[in-house]
């Protein structure tokens, strides 16, 4: 069970109060149906499945019901970094410099 | 008194005798003693068979390590364990203990006939032998297998016990209370942290219970620790005993077996048997030992050949000599302090044969002062005794040749092969091991967790290095908590430092043929085995382990790893780190069902929803299903009716007059907002903008991908709220789903969704005579068909409640849904109930609404769709919003594979013969005469049995099914083919006359 | 059957180290609001509604739990709920928000005695010492979402969804036998 830390309530609290929601920065278009099918399968389907650092996006629906983003070494199991939702992609590079 | 016990001496409870049985003969034991221990002091040696070869054996070990002494225990009614190691079960009375793996008595088991047979059961075997004939393996193979199988017998009855959990938020744990755990927690504990030390056996002190002459900061050992604890408690140490650290996962969370029950006479009332411990601790300190490695050589699995530790163990904390003639072989200088021990205490030792040349000088010189033959250079090449060794032969090696035999008598053989760090928890958390040439050892390498490894658990060796190590650990864990700690020294006198050597085999004289020497004594392995799976080609330890079963027995290798890895490391002819060490995995010793499951069983297996009417439908006799945690009222029997019957009058009854549902468990949302018309035409496929205030809609919800996910009724109270309902198993999930697109899509949206499922109970009314039912008790609402056309929505008050009333129908008859606030929907109900007396009102459970919604075609998502299906394939297309520009999943309904001809529709089928009810589920073929494997082109998705229409009715989703209406299919069963037309789904009043009503 | 052994301990023995008390119900609302017009409808309802979450502000009888950046949780005595309702909606037009009914949707328990807080421990993951009194959080017993709050060292309320209370209050009972037992 890990540990994770919600940046709307500044705890760092058990997993049991969280849900994992899929990869993170996927932004819905604007304009879907502007889109070839091409496009919009990429948008469904397709995700990166890194091994190491993934940005992903998890709820603290136990909790204050907040979805919010997440760098997580999909290898380790560790936060890297947890932000708010809407927050920009952070620096991979300099995050793991940090470690 | 029994014979091989020293008065007064040990831990034990000279004054306490403790009565049990083993195999049916009474023994008595002292309070304080493991089986094993009360068995020893009586000269019983024998406690078990192997699993394989049914050989005698004997404990080897003196904890939970031990891999032959397995019993079955009984403590009562219902409360058999099988293969409870014989050196950890605590004695308690009339503790009723059986041997196992026998066929026969434990002295002549006729399934040693394995055992003559051993050169036909060599590793592998079972792949090799069993494989033809292929018509062998069901009547003859297996059922002789699977006897033969398993280790010990099962339990027959339902555990009685109770086991109990808890977590636990700590600053320090520290595992394992010998010197360095002891150590540790408290340099810790005085620097103020929140310490919680466990150790697995009854009492704490670990290896100093086993060593009380050593002297520590001048007082004995014994004295020292009880000053330990005395402190530690009073700094508010948690200490836990007999609680076994099982697993180390991600960030220091680690699973703790609390033993409560096992070892009391008498248990107090509720209380658990074991309590699983989910501890959070911000570091820990591994600070569990080392494991004491056998020797390999020809027959050191015979009963009286142990482990050199145990038998000091049975010596200091039991008061009991393992024999009376002892032979000690060696690798290391630990087994020397045993024998000076021992002799001590009376046994003969009447060698030490030490496999390495030149053994330590004060050691050798204690060895003279005591009169004790030293062979030093020597190896032992075999043993002999039928239930009990009575002599070892030992040879000297000189330059790799073995030299001439020489016999030895005894009546118990001590064997040290030197020391393994335990590393087990540490290898949970994905650390990795680093070979250390010097020790010919895995040690700790690099951590992946705030985590400290103290003493032996390292490597070290001794009681000054092991204490001062521990100190170190725990101030450097309260320094990391931000608490100021410096280790102090404390002198230790009479210390047993030593050292030793790692060996594979030991030399022998005997052709290889006939060498039987053990590894994993439990699944009786032995180091040809290794070298045969070697020879066939297993080259990673994995496999060798797999091969052979090498470290797969209940003390998962805790024996046998490092003895095997040296063997496969010298067939392979690579060093030991390149062969690698199989991974340790959870749990550390064998735990039990119940301690895992805790408080979930029986009536708190897991959550029971019930609904505000549970009562009366469980008072009315309903029998129930569970629909996702609910569990709903699914009929109700009336004077012996089964299903059937009880279904069809409910049925009859609703659509003659009026029956009554309790639909609380459905989903309920209230999205309220100046955004909220906008985020329903985002969300739903409908459109909603004209949608006036006091109406309601039939609402599809899609995923992005554009199949069907949920469905409901959906009523607009007022300009800005809409009081949405969901299936009763989507509720979370929708709402999940609609609080994901507003947080993170559009966040600018002024609208907000709150969970109103649980706010209202909801009881559905249906049938032609629904609104004479209800008429009388409506307040502030016309019901009128005038008034309040089908499809509306009111806020007014039902039987003196606040109420949210609806008139929709999921039935085709006229139907109300009326919400009031949960505390009053029995009272609700019950007044519905006596309105509708004079109507004959009926309650009705899910089968019989289920059958109802088929007969009018209306779907159950989940049941009719399955996450593959459109709202065109379903049939809905109608309830989509063409016309607005976006709404989620629209897009997808335009994917190629979408729109593409042939995808499955939903239809209707009718059974040829209307008594052949289809089976859900049950595969479509056209036809039935084509050769196998059959182009199936569709499935029955609901199919029941229709009162109203005196037949079967089914839906289906099939290939292009809606331009194949009229046509027969097929439905191949294994009672034979039966044939079904397609039609509409609109089985019963398919232009909505009813409704109008 | 959940074991043969029986629940025949002495009520007071049960009782002595903790007490389970369902509670009266209050009226209860999911108050919804963007944190930027929080202070003006809080002035509406008669409260200073708290910014932090985990954080409870009080006036006259009514209480403000905050759950989340823009949920608040507001509780009062059934006299006070149509003032309530009225106060909302007519700070509807200028501060829209939602704010729900809820007073039916939980069942709540108080926890009280010296094992308390422990008696929490079977099922609550989270650190219990660094809960507060006066500070509530919603969180997880066993399965179930719950509110949970703090109102003195050794004084708990659980606020349950109806109907997963006799699942929790199931729990607590073996827990509390369990706790009598001493072991």
Redesign the interface.
């Known amino acids: 069970?890990?540990?994770i830390h919600c940046p709307y309530c500044d705890e760092t609290l058990?997993e049991l109060e969280f849900?994992y929601?899929g990869e993170a920065h996927i932004?819905?278009p604007e304009?879907?149906?502007a889109?070839s099918?091409e496009e919009?399968?990429d948008f469904?389907f397709i995700r990166t499945n890194a091994r190491g650092p993934h940005f992903e996006?998890w709820?603290h629906?136990h909790g204050c019901?907040?979805?919010f983003n997440a760098v997580r070494d999909t290898v380790?199991?560790r936060f890297l970094l947890t932000y708010k939702?809407?927050e920009p992609r952070p620096d991979l590079a300099s995050l793991e410099a940090a470690q | 008194m029994s014979q091989y016990r020293i008065p007064g001496k040990g831990r034990v409870d000279h004054a306490e005798t403790v009565r049990f049985a083993f195999d049916g003969r009474e023994f008595t034991g002292l309070r304080g003693d493991t089986v094993a221990s009360a068995l020893l002091a009586h000269g019983v040696h024998l406690m078990g068979r192997s699993f394989k070869y049914h050989r005698p054996r004997g404990p080897v070990t003196a904890d939970s390590a031990e891999p032959n002494a397995l019993i079955g225990t009984s403590r009562g009614a219902?409360r058999f364990e099988p293969n409870t190691r014989a050196t950890v079960q605590e004695l308690r009375a009339g503790l009723m203990c059986e041997s196992q793996n026998r066929l026969g008595s434990l002295s002549f088991d006729i399934g040693a006939v394995n055992d003559a047979l051993h050169p036909l059961l060599p590793a592998g075997f079972y792949y090799k032998t069993f494989m033809w004939p292929r018509s062998f393996w069901d009547k003859l193979y297996e059922p002789v297998i699977r006897r033969a199988a398993g280790l010990g017998r099962a339990p027959s009855e339902?555990d009685?016990?109770?086991y109990?959990?808890?977590?636990?938020?700590t600053d320090l744990l520290v595992v394992g209370a010998g010197p360095s755990g002891l150590m540790a927690a408290l340099e810790a504990a005085r620097a103020g942290a929140r310490v919680t030390l466990v150790d697995e056996n009854p009492e704490m002190g670990g290896s100093l219970l086993s060593d009380p002459g050593i002297e520590i900061g001048g007082q004995p050992a014994w004295d020292w620790l009880d000053g330990v604890l005395v402190e530690l408690e009073s700094l508010g140490v948690r200490l836990m005993n007999r609680t076994t650290a099982i697993g180390y996962?991600?960030?220091n969370?680690i699973g703790l077996c609390e033993k409560?029950?096992d070892h009391l006479d008498e248990i107090?009332?509720?209380?658990?048997r074991e309590r699983m411990w989910?501890v959070?601790a911000a570091r820990v300190v591994l600070a569990q030992g080392a494991l004491e490695k056998p020797l390999v050589f020809h027959g050191n699995d015979r009963p009286g050949v142990m482990l050199a530790g145990a038998a000091q163990t049975y010596l200091h904390r039991y008061g009991v000599k393992v024999g009376d003639r002892a032979v000690i072989v060696t690798s290391h200088d630990s087994a020397w302090y045993a024998a000076f021990d021992l002799a001590e205490a009376g046994t003969k030792i009447v060698a030490i044969v030490d496999t390495r040349d030149a053994p330590r000088e004060d050691l050798r010189a204690e060895a003279r002062v005591r009169g004790i033959e030293v062979l030093s250079g020597h190896t032992v090449t075999g043993t002999r005794g039928r239930l009990r060794i009575s002599s070892v032969t030992v040879n000297p090696v000189e330059a790799g040749r073995v030299g001439d035999p020489r016999m030895i008598h005894c009546d118990c053989l001590l064997m040290s092969g030197g020391w393994t760090p335990s590393l087990h928890l540490f290898s949970h958390t994905?650390g990795s091991l680093q070979w250390d040439e010097d020790s010919r050892t895995f040690l700790p390498g690099r951590m992946?967790e705030d985590c400290h490894i103290a003493g032996a658990g390292r490597g070290l060796w001794g009681y000054a290095e092991a204490l001062v190590d521990g100190a170190k650990a725990g101030a450097e864990a309260a320094t990391a908590l931000g608490r100021a700690a410096g280790a102090k020294t404390l002198a230790v006198a009479h210390d047993r430092p030593g050292t030793g050597e790692s060996h594979k085999e030991l030399p022998t004289d005997r052709k290889s043929s006939r060498v039987r020497a053990f590894i994993d004594f439990q699944n009786d392995v032995t180091a040809k085995d290794i070298r045969l799976a070697v020879r066939e080609g297993m080259r990673s330890i994995e496999h060798v382990k797999r091969y052979t079963t090498n470290g797969m027995a209940t003390d998962q290798g805790k024996m046998s790893n490092m003895n095997g890895l040296m063997i496969a490391s010298d067939a392979v002819g690579k060093p030991p780190p390149q062969v690698g060490l199989t991974t340790f995995r959870p749990p550390y010793t064998p735990t039990s069902f119940g301690a895992f499951a805790g408080?979930h069983?029986?009536?708190?297996f897991?959550?029971?929803?019930?609904?505000?009417i549970d009562a009366w439908a469980e008072a009315n006799g309903a029998v129930f299903e569970p629909v996702s945690l609910?569990r709903r009222a699914w009929y109700f029997p009336q004077g012996g009716e089964d299903m059937e019957a009880a279904v069809a009058r409910e049925c009859r009854a609703t659509r003659a007059s009026v029956g009554i549902f309790d639909a609380s468990t459905l989903g309920k949302i209230?999205v309220?907002?100046?955004d909220a018309v906008e985020f329903m035409n985002r969300i739903y496929t409908n459109p909603w903008t004209k949608l006036a205030p006091g109406r309601c809609r039939y609402g599809v919800l899609l995923g992005?991908?554009g199949y069907i996910r949920d469905d409901g009724v959906i009523g607009r109270l007022g300009p800005?709220l809409f009081h949405v309902t969901t299936t009763t198993g989507g509720a979370p999930r929708v709402l999940?789903m609609m609080?994901?697109?507003l947080?993170?899509?559009w966040?600018d949206l002024?609208?907000?969704l709150?969970?109103?499922?649980?706010?209202?109970a909801t009881v559905a009314l249906n049938g032609p005579k629904a609104r004479e039912v209800l008429a009388g008790l409506v307040e502030g609402c016309d019901i009128s068909a005038e008034a309040f056309p089908h499809m509306s929505v009111a806020e007014c008050r039902v039987a003196g409640f606040p109420a949210r009333l609806f008139r929709l129908s999921f039935t085709g008859e006229l139907g109300f849904e009326i919400n009031v606030?949960?505390?009053h929907g029995l009272a609700l109900w019950e007044a519905l109930m006596q309105a509708g007396e004079p109507h004959g009102i009926t309650a009705y459970g899910t089968e019989t609404m289920h059958v109802l919604r088929a007969e009018k075609g209306f779907i159950i998502v989940g049941q009719d769709t399955d996450g593959t299906v459109t709202p065109e394939d379903a049939g809905l297309g109608w309830a989509i919003g063409k016309a607005k520009?976006?709404f989620v999943g629209?897009?997808?309904l335009?994917?190629?594979d979408l729109v593409a001809p042939g995808r499955k529709q939903l239809v209707g089928l009718l059974t040829e013969d209307g008594a052949v009810k289809l089976e859900e589920g049950a595969q479509i073929v056209l036809d039935p005469d084509q050769p196998k494997p059959m182009k199936m082109i569709g499935h029955v998705t609901s199919s029941y049995h229709s009162a109203t229409l005196g037949r079967s009715i089914a839906m289906a989703l099939i290939e292009g099914g809606r331009d194949r209406e009229g046509e027969t299919v097929h439905v191949p069963m294994p009672e034979g083919v039966v044939r079904a037309k397609i039609t509409s789904t609109a089985f019963y009043d398919p232009d909505g006359d009813r409704l109008k009503l | 059957?959940?074991?043969?052994?029986?629940?025949?301990?002495t009520l007071a023995e049960a009782t002595a180290r903790v007490r389970i008390d369902e509670l009266a119900?209050v009226s209860r609302f999911?108050l919804?609001?963007?944190p930027a017009q929080a202070a003006t409808l809080g002035r509406a309802l008669g409260l200073d509604l708290p910014d932090r979450i985990g954080r409870i502000a009080e006036a006259q009888g009514r209480t403000a739990l905050c759950l989340g950046p823009?949920e608040w949780l507001i509780c009062a005595p059934e006299a006070a709920r149509d003032a309530i309702v009225a106060a909302a909606r007519k700070a509807y037009e200028a501060t829209?928000?939602?704010l729900?009914?809820?007073?039916?949707?939980?069942i709540s328990y108080r926890i009280s005695g010296p094992a308390a807080q422990e008696l929490l421990?079977?099922?609550?993951?989270?650190?219990l010492?660094l809960l507060a009194p006066g500070c509530a959080v919603r969180t997880v017993f066993?399965?179930?979402q719950v509110v949970l709050w703090r109102d003195g060292p050794q004084d708990f309320r659980l606020d349950v969804?109806?109907?997963?209370a006799?699942?929790v209050r199931?729990?607590l009972e073996?827990?509390q036998?369990?706790l009598?037992?001493?072991?």
Request: glycine residues 4%; contains cysteine.
């Open positions: 069970m890990l540990l058990p849900a929601a932004i819905r304009d879907p149906s889109m099918d919009w399968r469904l996006r709820r629906v019901a907040r979805f380790s199991d939702a809407g | 219902g339902v009685p016990d109770r109990a959990s808890r977590y636990l938020h996962y991600h960030q969370m409560l029950t107090p009332q509720n209380a658990p989910r959070r994905k992946t408080y069983r029986g009536a708190t897991e959550v029971t929803r019930r609904t505000p609910w209230e309220a907002g100046p992005e991908d800005d999940n609080e994901d697109y947080q993170t899509e966040p002024d609208v907000w709150t969970s109103t499922t649980e706010q209202w606030p949960a505390r520009p976006d629209k897009r997808s335009a994917r190629p | 059957m959940m074991t043969n052994q029986t629940h025949d301990f119900p999911s919804r609001v963007r823009d829209p928000h939602s729900t009914e809820i007073s039916d949707r939980e421990t079977i099922a609550c993951p989270r650190d010492d066993d399965t179930v969804w109806r109907s997963f006799p699942h199931a729990l073996i827990g036998a369990e009598a037992a001493g072991l």
